[in-house]
């Protein structure tokens, strides 16, 4: 149980995704010190980005839509 607590609060011992996290911090940094906009997350493609819920649709549209498809009745 010791293994899953240390897990969950620093994360997975992997290398590859710890130096990506990295890697990426320090490009936004070059791009941002370039006067440019960037996240970290702009270069790590794996990783999902955040998006407003606002501007999604919501649940009776989607099921609207799926209906209009024949997809459920």
């Known amino acids: ?3 899953l607590a240390y897990r969950n609060k620093h ?12 890697l990426a911090g320090v490009q936004a940094m070059i791009v ?13 493609p794996g990783m999902a980005k955040t998006q407003d ?3 999604g649709i919501d649940f009776e549209q989607a ?6 498809m024949g997809l459920v009745s």
């Open 11 to 22: 994360g997975a011992i992997a290398t590859a995704p710890r130096l990506e996290v990295q």
């Open 1 to 3: 149980m010791m293994w």
């Open 53 to 55: 819920r606002s501007s």
């Open 32 to 44: 941002q010190a370039l006067g440019g906009k960037a996240e970290p997350s702009d270069f790590m």
């Open 63 to 68: 099921l609207g839509a799926f209906e209009s």
